[in-house]
């Protein structure tokens, strides 16, 4: 059998190869220094809620960790398959092990995962969170459209398809979410919060979204509800706490709520017994 | 054998840890089910072959330095062919299609099904064609 | 039945001792036989025609997607077709090609098997597969069309009031069948890789192919059964009154979810799991060298398939009802296995010498792809990140990586042991414009679609016309899904071309493990012979004495003699 053995140059062969290794991760890196504040977005964009920003933020980092990684082992891969391409019908030394290697590649990822695991807690636990509010907006979804009722207002807006409800929020403060469904499952999807959740049956979904810009974004249904799954849109109304409150006032007018009563009726007929009266029991994840 | 059961154990002892600390926090049943199922699912056969690997001597397969010869005699009983295979599947099939068109396919669906057990049974018996 | 012999007692030379002379010919010989060869065949050809039928699918949602307000299709069509295109890839595709027909043909040969443990039980594995897949796209033939709630039929839109027609009971049906099929193949890798190894075949001398199919069998002997029985459930949902999935009669929807899902991330890697096995041993064979880290390749697989079964709620992140931290960080350890196999596989090719077979660029193509695929995963176990994307393109573009680097990773495994089962050699030329075409196809392919996920597009919609941008996107998307139709275009007509023309010989290769030892297509029990099996590449110890493998610090001995030339 073969004799462990180390050459005698061994040590100045590693030692080059660290300086070599060294290079090539100092070098993405440095690149990366140098272009500063200006971290690029990979794509996504910062969004219109406090949470959106918070998420686009840990995009950027996930996507920094992936574009380092992706590039190094991209690297390798491309120098082992140029420089070790085959050259004739020799025999190349048979090594299969490289202990101190393969820990190495197995503890650092470890710890980059912990890394991401650790940064990925502080959104959640920031966007799963529910602080106090009185803004309340009540979010039913059907197949295939969108009702926003109010609680303790008259408000309420319904809508279906393209006919695009829009759900009418105040810019700066804390909203309540409860999201139901009265059918199947339907996805809650503003692309402008960076954020979505399940309309589910039988569970009433909560969360709060802070709004920072005015404006009107489009939303969409994302989880697949049947014939008109694609054309289940809606739009949230980002606007100032004043408009807000006069919004709401229009409601109080007599002719207005009776209006908004007729075209609700079909549904809320249907729904009343599928919509949960309060909140489900999972207490895991908030 | 011993390594084969150690996989399985190992892998059952693993389900069952992940199963503790996921039933405990998060009181959901339907998953701490399924991954105390999985862990008993890996005891299962994973016991069996420890038990059986403390009482039997290494097989050719399990000794390093088995020689092909040490492997002499009998693998198994392989038929060379069988019909039966094929009868069961269109059996099954017949089983199936009832669940969608009818119940009156149960009737060729499980003749055939019943026809397939017997003659692969007496087939493997008597030894059969091949 | 016919007592089979260790081959060194039982059969002195290749001309006598054969059942096949005297056996059934013609469709009776198809239909009795027993032997996995034959049966791993008909599994290749049927996996292969239903690749095609599913990417034909692929194909007509590309092109109703090639303009935002898409007529083309119906939005119900669209449903439909969607829904078919996953189940025929996921069901009737990837994982029977996988476990069905290259685990049937390879993993016996390779540990020196003459056949399954169960041979007569795998017959009847491919019957159900192939009248699973019969059942399941007959849906198309019935009224009211085939399943439409996507290939996940998520509760309660799978139900009798949502979905009412045989089509949906067909899909139900089918995946019964084929569930079955599965479980059954599964309990005969195992058995056959536990008890038929050769003599000196020990389990750390098992090829990875094998140990990675022995891994998916195990994942599919825990997985499967909870789908079945979740398809039990909401068949009685369905038609016999029960209420387990719907609110109305005290039932929980979700739970469909969870019991989908526990199946279906281990399935994940059922399906990957034989692909990254395939992609291991052509590394190897086609760098002249053993695998990198062998041992380590095995833990990482063994722990890919232990994380496996406490990771599938991180599909159901934005249902509001899942514990977000465990699933979150068993999801993102997955990544640490999974780049242990990237930097073996990087590892294998180093020093080496790296030969540009088809097979090999293939399985590049694979590291690539799957690279792409791999990292964009890390992003979706992370909540914040998987509320952002969830149902939006960006999972289907993910997922479309890795399926794609599966694809390449399959059609490595089909240049690289086709020969071996056929006895026939593929066109390599055709072959590597086969291998552009599909791995420039699968990125103009999965692309566009990221960067539509980040805009906002959601999955499964037939229609976009509020956002018409996107067309642009689409467009190019759908001209990477063209690329790719005209590559396996390039396979069929590459499989007429070479059609018994290169006759490939024993080891066309210079492979390392036991299936390249016996003859091309081997014989009916596999092998008249069996080298000494001393390491993991019996073959290739036998072929280049004093070329074992080295463990860190060891080198060759100065008096090496001069390597032979290569077998082929």
Same mark, same amino acid.
Request: net charge positive.
């Given at each position: 059998?073969?004799?462990?053995?180390?050459?005698?140059?061994?040590?100045?062969?590693?030692?080059?190869?660290?300086?070599?290794?060294?290079?090539?991760?100092?070098?993405?890196?440095?690149?990366?220094?140098?272009?500063?504040?200006?971290?690029?977005?990979?794509?996504?964009?910062?969004?219109?809620?406090?949470?959106?920003?918070?998420?686009?933020?840990?995009?950027?980092?996930?996507?920094?960790?992936?574009?380092?990684?992706?590039?190094?082992?991209?690297?390798?891969?491309?120098?082992?398959?140029?420089?070790?391409?085959?050259?004739?019908?020799?025999?190349?030394?048979?090594?299969?092990?490289?202990?101190?290697?393969?820990?190495?590649?197995?503890?650092?990822?470890?710890?980059?995962?912990?890394?991401?695991?650790?940064?990925?807690?502080?959104?959640?636990?920031?966007?799963?969170?529910?602080?106090?509010?009185?803004?309340?907006?009540?979010?039913?979804?059907?197949?295939?459209?969108?009702?926003?009722?109010?609680?303790?207002?008259?408000?309420?807006?319904?809508?279906?398809?393209?006919?695009?409800?829009?759900?009418?929020?105040?810019?700066?403060?804390?909203?309540?979410?409860?999201?139901?469904?009265?059918?199947?499952?339907?996805?809650?999807?503003?692309?402008?919060?960076?954020?979505?959740?399940?309309?589910?049956?039988?569970?009433?979904?909560?969360?709060?979204?802070?709004?920072?810009?005015?404006?009107?974004?489009?939303?969409?249904?994302?989880?697949?509800?049947?014939?008109?799954?694609?054309?289940?849109?809606?739009?949230?109304?980002?606007?100032?706490?004043?408009?807000?409150?006069?919004?709401?006032?229009?409601?109080?007018?007599?002719?207005?709520?009776?209006?908004?009563?007729?075209?609700?009726?079909?549904?809320?007929?249907?729904?009343?017994?599928?919509?949960?009266?309060?909140?489900?029991?999972? /207490?895991?994840?908030? | 054998?011993?390594?084969?059961?150690?996989?399985?154990?190992?892998?059952?002892?693993?389900?069952?840890?992940?199963?503790?600390?996921?039933?405990?926090?998060?009181?959901?049943?339907?998953?701490?089910?399924?991954?105390?199922?999985?862990?008993?699912?890996?005891?299962?056969?994973?016991?069996?072959?420890?038990?059986?690997?403390?009482?039997?001597?290494?097989?050719?397969?399990?000794?390093?330095?088995?020689?092909?010869?040490?492997?002499?005699?009998?693998?198994?009983?392989?038929?060379?062919?069988?019909?039966?295979?094929?009868?069961?599947?269109?059996?099954?099939?017949?089983?199936?299609?009832?669940?969608?068109?009818?119940?009156?396919?149960?009737?060729?669906?499980?003749?055939?099904?019943?026809?397939?057990?017997?003659?692969?049974?007496?087939?493997?018996?008597?030894?059969?064609?091949? | 039945?016919?007592?089979?012999?260790?081959?060194?007692?039982?059969?002195?030379?290749?001309?006598?001792?054969?059942?096949?002379?005297?056996?059934?010919?013609?469709?009776?010989?198809?239909?009795?036989?027993?032997?996995?060869?034959?049966?791993?065949?008909?599994?290749?050809?049927?996996?292969?025609?239903?690749?095609?039928?599913?990417?034909?699918?692929?194909?007509?949602?590309?092109?109703?997607?090639?303009?935002?307000?898409?007529?083309?299709?119906?939005?119900?069509?669209?449903?439909?077709?969607?829904?078919?295109?996953?189940?025929?890839?996921?069901?009737?595709?990837?994982?029977?090609?996988?476990?069905?027909?290259?685990?049937?043909?390879?993993?016996?040969?390779?540990?020196?098997?003459?056949?399954?443990?169960?041979?007569?039980?795998?017959?009847?594995?491919?019957?159900?597969?192939?009248?699973?897949?019969?059942?399941?796209?007959?849906?198309?033939?019935?009224?009211?069309?085939?399943?439409?709630?996507?290939?996940?039929?998520?509760?309660?839109?799978?139900?009798?009031?949502?979905?009412?027609?045989?089509?949906?009971?067909?899909?139900?049906?089918?995946?019964?069948?084929?569930?079955?099929?599965?479980?059954?193949?599964?309990?005969?890798?195992?058995?056959?890789?536990?008890?038929?190894?050769?003599?000196?075949?020990?389990?750390?001398?098992?090829?990875?192919?094998?140990?990675?199919?022995?891994?998916?069998?195990?994942?599919?002997?825990?997985?499967?059964?909870?789908?079945?029985?979740?398809?039990?459930?909401?068949?009685?949902?369905?038609?016999?009154?029960?209420?387990?999935?719907?609110?109305?009669?005290?039932?929980?929807?979700?739970?469909?979810?969870?019991?989908?899902?526990?199946?279906?991330?281990?399935?994940?890697?059922?399906?990957?799991?034989?692909?990254?096995?395939?992609?291991?041993?052509?590394?190897?064979?086609?760098?002249?060298?053993?695998?990198?880290?062998?041992?380590?390749?095995?833990?990482?697989?063994?722990?890919?398939?232990?994380?496996?079964?406490?990771?599938?709620?991180?599909?159901?992140?934005?249902?509001?009802?899942?514990?977000?931290?465990?699933?979150?960080?068993?999801?993102?350890?997955?990544?640490?296995?999974?780049?242990?196999?990237?930097?073996?596989?990087?590892?294998?090719?180093?020093?080496?010498?790296?030969?540009?077979?088809?097979?090999?660029?293939?399985?590049?193509?694979?590291?690539?792809?799957?690279?792409?695929?791999?990292?964009?995963?890390?992003?979706?176990?992370?909540?914040?990140?998987?509320?952002?994307?969830?149902?939006?393109?960006?999972?289907?573009?993910?997922?479309?990586?890795?399926?794609?680097?599966?694809?390449?990773?399959?059609?490595?495994?089909?240049?690289?042991?086709?020969?071996?089962?056929?006895?026939?050699?593929?066109?390599?030329?055709?072959?590597?414009?086969?291998?552009?075409?599909?791995?420039?196809?699968?990125?103009?392919?999965?692309?566009?679609?990221?960067?539509?996920?980040?805009?906002?597009?959601?999955?499964?919609?037939?229609?976009?016309?509020?956002?018409?941008?996107?067309?642009?996107?689409?467009?190019?998307?759908?001209?990477?899904?063209?690329?790719?139709?005209?590559?396996?275009?390039?396979?069929?007509?590459?499989?007429?071309?070479?059609? /018994?023309?290169?006759?490939?010989?024993?080891?066309?290769?210079?492979?390392?493990?036991?299936?390249?030892?016996?003859?091309?297509?081997?014989?009916?029990?596999?092998?008249?012979?069996?080298?000494?099996?001393?390491?993991?590449?019996?073959?290739?110890?036998?072929?280049?004495?004093?070329?074992?493998?080295?463990?860190?610090?060891?080198?060759?001995?100065?008096?090496?003699?001069?390597?032979?030339?290569?077998?082929?």
């Amino acid at each position: 059998m073969l004799t462990p053995a180390l050459p005698p140059q061994g040590a100045t062969v590693r030692a080059r190869r660290w300086r070599r290794l060294r290079r090539a991760v100092a070098l993405p890196l440095a690149a990366l220094a140098l272009s500063g504040c200006t971290v690029p977005s990979f794509g996504a964009s910062p969004g219109a809620t406090s949470s959106s920003k918070s998420v686009y933020h840990l995009w950027q980092g996930f996507s920094i960790g992936a574009a380092v990684i992706g590039a190094l082992v991209v690297a390798l891969i491309l120098y082992a398959v140029l420089r070790y391409r085959r050259k004739g019908d020799r025999i190349p030394a048979q090594s299969q092990y490289h202990l101190p290697l393969e820990v190495l590649y197995t503890v650092v990822p470890i710890l980059i995962v912990f890394g991401l695991f650790a940064a990925t807690l502080v959104v959640e636990n920031k966007e799963v969170s529910n602080p106090k509010t009185n803004v309340v907006v009540d979010v039913n979804a059907f197949q295939w459209g969108w009702k926003f009722t109010y609680p303790g207002t008259n408000a309420l807006v319904y809508g279906q398809t393209t006919q695009n409800p829009e759900m009418v929020i105040p810019v700066n403060t804390n909203v309540r979410i409860n999201l139901s469904s009265s059918d199947v499952i339907h996805g809650f999807y503003v692309k402008a919060f960076n954020f979505s959740r399940y309309a589910l049956p039988g569970v009433l979904n909560q969360f709060t979204i802070r709004a920072q810009n005015t404006g009107t974004y489009f939303g969409q249904c994302t989880q697949l509800c049947g014939l008109y799954h694609s054309l289940m849109w809606f739009r949230v109304k980002v606007v100032s706490q004043s408009d807000y409150a006069s919004w709401i006032a229009t409601f109080n007018n007599p002719t207005a709520e009776a209006a908004a009563k007729a075209a609700s009726k079909t549904t809320s007929q249907q729904t009343a017994s599928l919509v949960p009266s309060k909140p489900s029991s999972t /207490k895991f994840g908030r | 054998m011993r390594v084969e059961a150690k996989i399985l154990l190992g892998l059952g002892l693993f389900f069952g840890l992940m199963c503790a600390v996921y039933w405990n926090w998060s009181l959901e049943n339907a998953g701490g089910v399924m991954m105390f199922a999985a862990m008993l699912l890996c005891f299962l056969p994973g016991g069996y072959y420890y038990w059986w690997s403390r009482r039997m001597k290494a097989r050719p397969e399990d000794d390093p330095n088995a020689t092909q010869e040490s492997g002499a005699g009998v693998v198994g009983a392989f038929p060379g062919t069988s019909i039966w295979p094929f009868t069961l599947g269109m059996g099954t099939f017949f089983v199936v299609l009832a669940l969608v068109f009818g119940i009156w396919l149960l009737v060729p669906g499980l003749g055939l099904v019943f026809w397939a057990m017997i003659g692969g049974t007496a087939e493997g018996r008597r030894g059969g064609t091949h | 039945m016919t007592d089979v012999l260790n081959p060194p007692v039982h059969i002195e030379s290749p001309d006598h001792g054969h059942d096949e002379h005297h056996g059934p010919t013609g469709i009776l010989k198809w239909i009795t036989t027993t032997d996995h060869k034959i049966i791993g065949l008909s599994y290749t050809v049927t996996a292969v025609i239903m690749l095609v039928i599913g990417g034909a699918f692929a194909e007509i949602i590309r092109a109703q997607l090639a303009s935002p307000n898409g007529n083309l299709v119906s939005l119900a069509q669209y449903n439909e077709l969607f829904t078919m295109h996953g189940s025929v890839m996921i069901y009737l595709f990837a994982g029977p090609f996988a476990f069905g027909a290259l685990a049937n043909i390879i993993v016996p040969i390779q540990i020196g098997a003459p056949d399954m443990a169960f041979p007569r039980l795998n017959a009847l594995s491919y019957w159900l597969y192939l009248t699973g897949a019969i059942t399941m796209l007959s849906g198309f033939f019935v009224s009211g069309g085939a399943a439409n709630f996507g290939w996940v039929a998520y509760a309660p839109l799978s139900n009798s009031i949502n979905t009412p027609g045989a089509g949906a009971d067909l899909w139900i049906g089918g995946l019964l069948l084929t569930g079955f099929s599965a479980i059954f193949t599964g309990v005969n890798l195992c058995a056959t890789i536990f008890y038929l190894r050769a003599p000196g075949m020990t389990m750390f001398r098992m090829p990875i192919f094998t140990w990675n199919m022995l891994v998916t069998a195990i994942l599919i002997l825990l997985a499967f059964p909870v789908l079945t029985a979740g398809l039990v459930m909401l068949y009685c949902d369905r038609h016999f009154g029960t209420h387990i999935f719907s609110v109305a009669g005290g039932g929980v929807p979700v739970l469909w979810q969870h019991l989908f899902w526990f199946w279906g991330h281990p399935e994940v890697y059922i399906l990957a799991l034989p692909f990254f096995g395939m992609v291991t041993e052509i590394i190897a064979v086609f760098s002249r060298k053993p695998v990198f880290g062998y041992k380590g390749m095995i833990f990482a697989t063994l722990s890919i398939a232990a994380l496996s079964l406490g990771v599938w709620a991180h599909h159901m992140f934005t249902t509001g009802v899942v514990l977000l931290p465990f699933f979150s960080i068993m999801s993102l350890l997955i990544a640490v296995p999974t780049g242990i196999k990237m930097f073996n596989w990087i590892g294998t090719m180093w020093r080496g010498q790296v030969w540009f077979s088809t097979a090999m660029l293939m399985a590049l193509g694979f590291l690539f792809t799957f690279l792409i695929g791999g990292l964009t995963g890390i992003y979706l176990a992370s909540p914040p990140l998987d509320f952002f994307t969830h149902d939006t393109y960006f999972v289907v573009a993910h997922f479309h990586s890795v399926v794609m680097a599966l694809v390449l990773a399959g059609m490595a495994g089909l240049y690289y042991w086709g020969p071996k089962i056929t006895g026939y050699l593929l066109n390599e030329a055709i072959g590597k414009w086969q291998f552009w075409t599909l791995f420039i196809g699968s990125q103009v392919f999965t692309f566009p679609l990221y960067i539509l996920g980040l805009e906002g597009m959601p999955r499964r919609v037939a229609v976009y016309a509020h956002d018409a941008q996107w067309k642009a996107l689409n467009d190019l998307s759908t001209l990477g899904a063209v690329i790719i139709g005209v590559s396996t275009i390039l396979f069929v007509v590459n499989v007429v071309v070479s059609w /018994k023309k290169y006759p490939a010989g024993d080891n066309p290769w210079d492979g390392h493990t036991l299936e390249w030892f016996t003859t091309s297509p081997p014989p009916h029990h596999n092998f008249y012979r069996l080298p000494q099996i001393r390491s993991e590449r019996p073959t290739w110890d036998y072929n280049h004495p004093g070329h074992q493998a080295l463990h860190h610090g060891q080198h060759d001995e100065p008096s090496q003699p001069a390597p032979e030339a290569p077998v082929s």
